[in-house]
């Protein structure tokens, strides 16, 4: 007998009826099934971290005045005293220093930077707006710069440089004024590739690599800087002295009559010790401006670091890992004194700039041992043994030397007959420079870098990674043709771009290219 009535509930309501474990007895019910984590939505990044921004030192209101009216003294004192003092001249040179003091108060109150993990951005101006980014991993040297403003209040100037010399004006950009212990580690910070800015490092004292040597000095005269300054300065101030009516030209024109009156052995020993006081005493003077407290050390950041300078202190670091090579010039005077300086070749910058300075001019010696310590090898690579070039060489080289010379005298004998046997005086010596053009020629390849060296007035020597080599450009003239010579340029993105081994046979130039950089030039060879 059976009652109509309610099933009772089960002894375990938390246990699911045995039917509902069966997905066609409920086809509404979904099918039950364990949740991996794929199918979870993914966890929400986190904010990055809010960086403040930064205003320059206020110390930079006296600085960036002082160091105008620094650059602008020989100005006043031309207004002032040799102005005679009159009333005008006096108001120009106040309203000169008060333009100056109100632009240094508006740049402060209108810069701002800050230095985010990825980026450096500066914000300026007030009536034109300059925002300006760099990326933190196209940053290729910090420059720290001390004029001498700057080094009475404890402050320095930071140059971010980035490289781009095809975009002038646009490398990098500059921090003009911040203090010297916040310069510092910005530096640090800007060198390495960091998510946390802010995240404190411990300090270490950097390796020293070099140091200046006073009896460095002995090389100052002959790199002839002081001639050129001295030039540079005499006609700052014949130019300024025609401005303002004064003349300082007449005791030279008297002194230089004077010695042109006198007997021809007389005036030409004048001329000739006079230009050589000047010279070496101008030079030994720029020398000890442009390179005392000279410093090369290797900091514990793997950056390399060069610091000196006299009244204007100057501190570059560039990353080791953009470094590529290292250069060495010896210019023809400083090579007979046996003196040489050095160059880095680093990634993105070209070495006519100031910022790849590794070496004042030094021994010879020195430049090489900076060279292998600076690339970390024990034995310097520049002083590896060098391949002669071929004979034909000598012949386009001995060619080029003499051949104008003939050309000039022949024309000279046509148009001047008494003005002819000038250039057939020159032509020992021009010879004897073909001949060391020759003797320079020379290139050699390692386990680690390809060498080579050119030039007589100016030899320079250069030691390229090959991991450094892009490509290569193999160019012949119609004369390496005839010589059955060719040029085998090494391109890279450092340093001047492109390097080559001139004058050089083709079989030795397309073997060494072929080795220097396996399977980069083997697809266009054709073999016999």
């Known amino acids: 007998m059976t009652a109509d009535h309610p099933a009772s509930p089960p002894a375990h309501p938390a246990t699911p009826p045995a039917h509902?474990?069966?997905?066609?007895?409920?086809?509404?019910?979904?099918?039950?099934?364990?949740?991996?984590?794929?199918?979870?939505?993914?966890?929400?990044?986190?904010?990055?971290?809010?960086v403040d921004w930064h205003r320059?030192?206020?110390?930079?209101?006296?600085?960036?005045?002082?160091?105008e009216i620094i650059n602008l003294v020989p100005v006043f004192l031309g207004l002032l005293v040799l102005g005679k003092g009159e009333t005008w001249r006096v108001l120009t040179s106040v309203g000169v220093i008060v333009v100056i003091v109100l632009l240094g108060l508006l740049r402060w109150v209108t810069t701002r930077y800050r230095i985010t993990a990825d980026q450096v951005e500066l914000h300026t101006g007030l009536f034109?707006?300059?925002?300006?980014?760099?990326?933190r991993d196209r940053i290729r040297t910090v420059d720290l710069t001390a004029k001498l403003g700057h080094r009475v209040f404890g402050l320095s100037a930071i140059r971010v440089g980035t490289g781009q010399r095809d975009q002038p004006g646009e490398d990098g950009l500059t921090l003009d004024a911040v203090s010297s212990a916040e310069a510092e580690r910005l530096r640090v910070l800007l060198l390495t590739q960091t998510a946390a800015p802010s995240a404190p490092r411990e300090e270490r004292p950097g390796t020293v690599?070099?140091?200046?040597?006073?009896?460095?000095?002995?090389?100052?005269?002959?790199?002839?800087?002081?001639?050129?300054?001295?030039?540079?300065?005499?006609?700052?101030?014949?130019?300024?002295?025609?401005?303002?009516?004064?003349?300082?030209?007449?005791?030279?024109?008297?002194?230089?009559?004077?010695?042109v009156e006198q007997p021809l052995w007389l005036t030409v020993s004048l001329f000739v010790g006079?230009?050589?006081?000047?010279?070496?005493?101008?030079?030994?003077?720029?020398?000890v401006v442009q390179f005392w407290g000279y410093?090369?050390?290797?900091?514990?950041?793997?950056?390399?670091?060069?610091?000196?300078?006299?009244?204007?202190?100057?501190?570059?670091?560039?990353?080791?890992?953009?470094?590529?090579g290292v250069e060495i010039e010896e210019p023809l005077l400083l090579r007979a004194g046996r003196g040489a300086h050095a160059k880095t070749v680093t990634t993105g910058?070209?070495?006519?700039?100031?910022?790849?300075?590794?070496?004042?001019?030094?021994?010879?010696?020195?430049?090489?041992?900076?060279?292998?310590?600076?690339?970390r090898q024990e034995d310097p690579p520049t002083r590896a043994p060098l391949r002669r070039h071929p004979v034909a060489a000598l012949?386009?080289?001995?060619?080029?030397?003499?051949?104008?010379?003939?050309?000039?005298?022949?024309?000279?004998?046509?148009?001047?007959?008494?003005?002819?046997?000038?250039?057939?005086?020159?032509?020992?010596?021009?010879?004897?420079?073909?001949?060391?053009?020759?003797?320079?020629?020379?290139?050699?390849?390692?386990?680690?870098?390809?060498?080579?060296?050119?030039?007589?007035?100016?030899?320079?020597?250069?030691?390229?990674?090959?991991?450094?080599?892009?490509?290569?450009?193999?160019?012949?003239?119609?004369?390496?043709?005839?010589?059955?010579?060719?040029?085998?340029?090494?391109?890279?993105?450092?340093?001047?771009?492109?390097?080559?081994?001139?004058?050089?046979?083709?079989?030795?130039?397309?073997?060494?290219?072929?080795?220097?950089?396996p399977d980069l030039l083997r697809p266009f060879l054709e073999r016999g």
Do not use: C
């Open 274 to 287: 006079a230009v050589l006081v000047i010279a070496g005493v101008g030079s030994v003077l720029v020398y």
């Open 295 to 324: 410093r090369l050390t290797r900091e514990p950041d793997d950056t390399v670091r060069v610091q000196r300078g006299l009244l204007t202190t100057r501190s570059v670091s560039v990353a080791e890992q953009r470094l590529r």
């Open 395 to 517: 012949r386009r080289r001995l060619v080029r030397a003499v051949v104008p010379l003939l050309v000039v005298a022949a024309v000279l004998a046509y148009l001047a007959p008494p003005w002819a046997w000038v250039p057939v005086i020159l032509l020992p010596l021009s010879a004897l420079l073909g001949w060391d053009r020759y003797r320079s020629l020379g290139h050699a390849l390692t386990d680690r870098y390809l060498l080579a060296r050119q030039g007589s007035i100016i030899r320079e020597t250069v030691a390229l990674q090959r991991t450094g080599i892009i490509g290569w450009r193999i160019s012949r003239s119609f004369f390496q043709r005839r010589s059955g010579l060719v040029t085998i340029s090494a391109t890279t993105a450092a340093g001047d771009g492109v390097y080559h081994v001139v004058d050089v046979s083709e079989a030795d130039g397309l073997a060494l290219a072929e080795e220097a950089v």
């Open 349 to 375: 910058l070209g070495r006519k700039g100031e910022s790849n300075l590794l070496l004042p001019p030094a021994p010879v010696t020195e430049a090489h041992r900076v060279s292998a310590l600076v690339l």
């Open 20 to 50: 509902s474990a069966s997905p066609a007895a409920h086809p509404a019910l979904p099918r039950a099934h364990a949740v991996s984590p794929l199918d979870l939505p993914p966890a929400p990044e986190p904010p990055a971290p809010v």
């Open 128 to 135: 034109v707006r300059k925002r300006l980014a760099v990326p």
């Open 209 to 259: 690599l070099s140091a200046l040597d006073k009896r460095w000095l002995r090389y100052a005269p002959l790199t002839l800087s002081g001639l050129v300054a001295v030039g540079a300065l005499f006609g700052l101030v014949t130019n300024y002295a025609r401005e303002l009516d004064v003349e300082v030209l007449g005791p030279l024109t008297d002194a230089a009559h004077w010695v």
């Open 56 to 67: 320059l030192d206020v110390r930079m209101l006296v600085v960036r005045p002082l160091n």
